[in-house]
């Protein structure tokens, strides 16, 4: 796969987020949130409950507005934009929550992911090409969405995000909830989207699947970017095993004293 680049050979910059602060009433959650995602990469969000994960996709999404700082999307500031619009333009989010709709069927829920399209040629196409890289849409094209295991609806979650083409696709815990089999063949799909060219925000609580999946990382602390880096540089951060891989420490935490 090939990043798309400027002209100097830079790897173009779809989403960069710049001293972003966001939140819920008069409290704010975000708290000066600079993070960047470059073109056909994953990019992998971890930290503690609370340091504002999520926030950064409903942030990205429209789900919630920023109070402050800026969101450029595609080169324009969409910090204004309402969440349809912002799917006009190329970002799906899929939330934590299950969002299947259990009594329809598997192929009804995926064509659901193209609401927004009124040309039904269009529509088909796109279900059938959906189906050829999420092979359950096809396996399970009439059973009702609500009788597949964890891992079989997630991967229906991620097949019906791809009906708009999306530029960005917005991951929050893909994996919660989910046997370790299951997760395996998530992060899988994950990493699929990646070498197909698509570019993936990801949350993850279950750091070390989410880390090495990810080409870069970030770790989110009481609402600011504390550390970025490689995902596999990440890995290998001894403070950060201690902290979030539930590992312990080997060596100074030589990468977080800076912070």
């Known amino acids: 796969m090939e990043v798309e680049s400027t002209a100097s050979g830079t790897p173009t910059k779809l989403l960069h987020l710049t001293g972003v602060t966001a939140g819920y009433g ?51 500031d969409i910090g204004k ?11 799906v989010h899929v939330p934590q929550e299950r969002s299947l709709f ?31 890289i999420f092979p359950i849409v096809a396996k399970r094209r009439s059973a009702a969405a609500g009788s597949l295991s964890g891992g079989e ?20 815990e893909p994996s919660i909830g989910l ?10 799909s994950i990493a699929s989207l990646a070498r197909d060219g698509r570019t993936v925000l990801l949350v993850e609580q ?8 990810a080409h870069m990382a970030a770790v989110l602390e009481a609402g600011r970017v504390a550390l970025t880096g490689t995902g596999q540089s ?7 095993a201690r902290l979030y891989l539930g590992a312990s420490a080997q060596g100074p935490a030589a990468a ?4």
């Not at 934009?81 to 970002?91: A, C, D, F, K, T």
């Open 102 to 132: 259990p009594t329809m069927t598997v192929w009804e829920n995926v064509v659901m992911g193209a609401f927004i399209l009124s040309n039904q040629g269009l529509v088909r196409q796109r279900a059938e090409e959906v189906a050829e």
């Open 81 to 91: 934009l309402s969440s349809r619009e912002r799917l006009h333009r190329g970002i």
């Open 179 to 188: 046997d370790p089999k299951s997760r395996t063949s998530v992060f899988a």
């Open 26 to 76: 008069a409290g704010l959650i975000l708290k000066g949130v600079d993070l960047a995602v470059t073109k056909g990469e994953i990019v992998c969000l971890i930290g503690p409950n609370g340091a504002g994960k999520s926030t950064v996709l409903k942030t990205v999404s429209g789900l919630l507005r920023n109070a402050g700082g800026s969101v450029v999307f595609d080169g324009a």
């Open 234 to 240: 990440l890995l290998e951060d001894p403070e950060v």
């Open 153 to 172: 609806q997630k991967q229906v979650e991620l097949a019906r995000s791809l009906m708009l083409d999306p530029a960005l696709i917005l991951l929050d």
């Open 206 to 213: 279950n750091a070390r699947s989410g880390l090495a999946v």
């Open 256 to 259: 977080l004293a800076t912070r």
